[in-house]
């Protein structure tokens, strides 16, 4: 599968996303802020950004997949808010490879896109997401 960063500042969201991903055979980190995920990304190089866009500290969403698509061209990035998506979409509009994706999510809609990125999706999953 690929290597997949979580960031987002809601502990309980992060894990449900990094548990369902690993379910499904991805390697996941989780960091919960932007400075964090742009630290981790560097030395993580993941395959899949997943990103809340509005972060605790001046650092968010946007900035991180700017910076870490600097060193990881290929980086595909999806941007996750529950802000309106017209107030978003301008901020993401010249990234590379990146999609927004509006809360709540689907988690099933979200595996099937990472994993078009990275590879079919297990569809016998087990453990509690089966």
Do not use: C, N
Not at 85 to 110: H, N, Y
């Amino acid at each position: 599968m690929g290597k997949v960063l979580i960031v987002d500042d809601e502990p309980l969201s992060a894990k449900v996303l990094e548990l369902f991903l690993t379910e499904r055979g991805h390697d996941t980190r989780v960091a919960g802020s932007g400075r964090e995920a742009q630290e981790l990304g560097e030395s993580f190089r993941p395959d899949v950004l997943i990103t809340d866009y509005l972060l605790p500290d001046e650092v968010h969403g946007d900035q991180v997949i700017a910076q870490l698509s600097r060193t990881r061209p290929d980086l595909v990035s999806f941007v996750v808010s529950g802000l309106p998506p017209e107030e978003v979409r301008p901020r993401i509009e010249g990234l590379p490879r990146t999609s927004l994706l509006t809360k709540p999510v689907d988690l099933d809609v979200l595996v099937e896109q990472v994993a078009e990125r990275l590879g079919p999706v297990s569809r016998t999953p087990s453990g509690p997401w089966a």
